[in-house]
């Protein structure tokens, strides 16, 4: 059941980054219509799977596909 709702919330997550560019943890989530908790779910995923690219600068936090 977990593993499910990890590979929809990566599906969501990266149909964002898809349409939409390089975001932010709050635009992915607002985007995606998820929660924080389902969020770092789906990140988990698509780090492991290596298609996400994370750049920090300073405080921000920017996530794009690779």
Partial sequence: MLQEK???TAGKIW???NEQGPQ???SIKKLAKISEKDFFLG???LLREDKLEVVEKGTDTT???K
């Fill in 6 to 8: 990890a590979g929809e």
């Fill in 15 to 17: 149909n964002v980054l």
């Fill in 24 to 26: 932010t943890q709050k």
């Fill in 43 to 45: 990140l988990g995923w």
């Fill in 63 to 65: 996530y794009a596909l």
